[in-house]
């Protein structure tokens, strides 16, 4: 059944969240929360995330926990498999992802924090929008959300894991939303700048250039409904990507050695 992409939208019943237990997930799970939907909250820690169910259930939605780790791939396509199969997910909002940089000290993040950075920012919700993406095609209608990073657009020497991860789960996305478009399901990769939560803090950054959750939140809410393919937040992000690929090399590396905050500094 070949659908036109434009007209693929619809109302979102069951709504299913990961990393919804704190920052820009719980933010999604709470603008998302509304008498008739159902939410699906998967994050790790169960006192945390059964908190942010409790707001989505006053709100009028019912709202179901999952605690689950996203660096257990083949865990996290099972769950995935069940939650689809009591009810069919129409809007799938992969949020959980880790950050990192390298340790005082270090010249590189220790191969350990590679592997978990990579598992848990582009294997896992990779592999869940790839099984989302075929299962949503099958019934001609869908939504997923990937919640990349403007780091993708960089090679950040002190977070290379992280960048490298973020630029990865990028060209799935964009992979993805072109086979699936004429489907009927429609892709949006988000990648947002620095929050300001205690992860996004990792990385100092100008107040100006420094949103919180909910402000994002509600751009991811109306950028799905208006079926974009790509939203980066704040703007000042994009341009940032064209003055990295103008810039000569040696100038761009000086530059980007000397954004590494305090602790990823060598001593």
């Known amino acids: 059944m070949m659908i036109d992409p434009d007209q693929a939208a619809g109302p979102w019943r069951r709504i299913l969240v990961t990393g919804a237990s704190s920052g820009l997930g719980a933010a999604l799970a709470r603008h998302h929360a509304a008498p008739g939907r159902a939410l699906l909250l998967w994050a790790r820690d169960p006192a945390r995330l059964e908190a942010v169910a409790a707001d989505c259930r006053r709100a009028g939605a019912t709202a179901q926990v999952r605690s689950l780790d996203l660096a257990d791939s083949a865990a996290a396509l099972d769950a995935l498999a069940a939650e689809d199969a009591a009810g069919a997910i129409d809007l799938a909002i992969l949020a959980a992802g880790l950050g990192d940089v390298r340790g005082r000290g270090r010249t590189v993040e220790e191969a350990a924090a590679v592997v978990r950075l990579g598992l848990v920012n582009f294997v896992t919700p990779g592999a869940m929008a ?133 602790q990823a500094n060598p001593p």
């Open 130 to 262: 790839a099984d989302l993406a075929q299962r949503m095609a099958a019934r001609g209608r869908g939504d997923i959300v990937l919640i990349g990073s403007a780091a993708a657009a960089h090679s950040l020497p002190f977070a290379a894991a992280y960048a490298g991860s973020k630029a990865g789960l990028a060209r799935l996305a964009d992979a993805l939303r072109v086979a699936v478009a004429p489907r009927g399901v429609r892709v949006l990769l988000v990648q947002p700048g620095p929050f300001d939560t205690p992860g996004g803090r990792l990385v100092p950054a100008p107040a100006w250039l420094t949103r919180r959750p909910e402000w994002v939140a509600a751009r991811i809410a109306r950028a799905c409904e208006r079926g974009q393919p790509r939203l980066t937040l704040p703007r000042f992000f994009a341009a940032l990507r064209w003055v990295d690929r103008l810039l000569p090399r040696r100038v761009r590396d000086r530059l980007l050695r000397a954004l590494a905050p305090d």
